[in-house]
């Protein structure tokens, strides 16, 4: 048997600003949008075979503990670029901050926090 990640779900303060910034920065697309869960909005945007679904309540999200304090935490969600160096450039310009650079083997990355303070790692894997 194989398997292949399709979605995640996660909440944030504002869906379409955090689509916004992901289609700048990753190149993504909005899916689909409309209403969820119990009141909610949620908006799905990736590519063709995966995406992410970026959910908000109906009484609007609210600020927790770390994720990395948290039993069942969002510790970072990891996104394979294919220019580490353009990428970075363009999360700059988004207003976020690049941090913990670092080779390893088999690539290169470095980690953000968005708005919502939700962290992402962007690598990009040696030829």
Do not use: C
Request: aromatic share 12%; no cysteine.
């Amino acid at each position: 048997m194989s398997a292949q990640l399709e979605h995640a779900n996660f909440t944030v303060s504002d869906p379409e600003a955090t689509a916004a910034w992901m289609t700048r920065v990753f190149g993504w697309r909005v899916r689909w949008q409309g209403p969820a869960i119990a009141g909610g909005h949620t908006m799905h945007i990736g590519n063709d075979t995966q995406y992410v679904a970026l959910f908000t309540p109906p009484e609007g999200a609210k600020s927790g503990v770390s994720s990395y304090h948290t039993t069942g935490g969002l510790n970072h969600i990891g996104i394979v670029v294919n220019d580490l160096e353009a990428a970075e450039v363009v999360v700059k310009a988004q207003g976020f901050t690049p941090k913990n650079h670092a080779d390893y083997n088999p690539g290169r990355r470095f980690y953000f926090h968005d708005h919502d303070g939700i962290e992402y790692e962007l690598v990009q894997y040696d030829a």
